[in-house]
């Protein structure tokens, strides 16, 4: 077991272009869920899946906005003609079948900076 | 829909003194409530949940909280503080045990400790 990764850590990217990061829930986790977190905030929900099915999406989510889960293993979240406003940290968690959300694990993250 | 109220956004203790963290929370069901505590660039960790029961709930590094159901509070307190506390912490209440409901966070209380 080797905790939720995500990659990259970190990103710095000009406005306009578009970034994915990739999540590595823990093995085995069914549910995995984007959070975003800016600066002076809690982390605030994205978007749930359980296995490959995205479940949920908030209304933070903007058009600009796509996750994906493919094979219900990794999962990915793509921004599009990134905004300044889209700088923040983005987690990643996930949960085992048997728990929900009383069992998140989270990852450390992926900061990204818009220019 | 629940929402959390962490009042403090930032605290400064003497290592070795008392800690106490206030989280207000508001939902209309039974709340399950969560502290997490985050390191710098770092992702979110479980100190302790509460979910039913005993009112008084231990949680890891020597942390404890008390559900308080007529005051909607979930304080967080320590006996003697560490200088590796320092970090955010952050409440969270979820809806439904074992469902899918993603969790809603608090805008964190940073902790600084001195000497």
């Known amino acids: 077991d080797t905790g939720v990764s995500q990659d990259p850590r970190h990103k710095i990217t000009k406005r306009g272009q578009n970034v994915t990061f990739r999540c590595d829930p823990i093995?085995?986790?069914?549910?995995l869920y984007w959070y975003r977190q800016t600066l002076g905030q809690g982390p605030e929900f994205l978007t749930y899946?359980?296995?490959?099915?995205?479940?949920?999406k908030s209304r933070l989510l903007s058009d600009r906005f796509s996750a994906e889960r493919p094979k219900g293993s990794f999962s990915t979240l793509e921004i599009q003609r990134t905004e300044q406003g889209d700088s923040a940290m983005y987690l990643c968690?996930?949960?085992?079948?048997?728990?929900?959300?009383?069992?998140?694990?989270f990852g450390s993250g992926t900061q990204l900076s818009v220019l | 829909a629940q929402s959390v109220t962490q009042p403090d956004i930032h605290i400064t203790v003497s290592e070795g003194a008392s800690l106490e963290l206030r989280c207000n929370y508001s939902y209309g069901a039974t709340p399950y409530l969560f502290w997490y505590v985050q390191s710098p660039g770092q992702g979110l960790q479980l100190l302790l949940k509460?979910?039913?029961?005993?009112?008084l709930v231990q949680g890891i590094k020597g942390f404890e909280a008390e559900f308080k159901r007529s005051q909607s509070s979930f304080n967080l307190r320590k006996p003697s503080v560490h200088w590796s506390d320092a970090a955010e912490y952050f409440c969270a209440v979820g809806a439904r045990l074992g469902g899918n409901t993603p969790l809603v966070f608090g805008k964190g209380t940073r902790l600084s400790v001195i000497a």
């Open positions: 509460y979910f039913s029961g005993d009112t």
């Open positions: 899946f359980q296995n490959e099915a995205q479940l949920e």
């Open positions: 968690a996930s949960s085992p079948r048997q728990g929900g959300n009383e069992k998140l694990f």
């Open positions: 093995s085995e986790h069914n549910r």
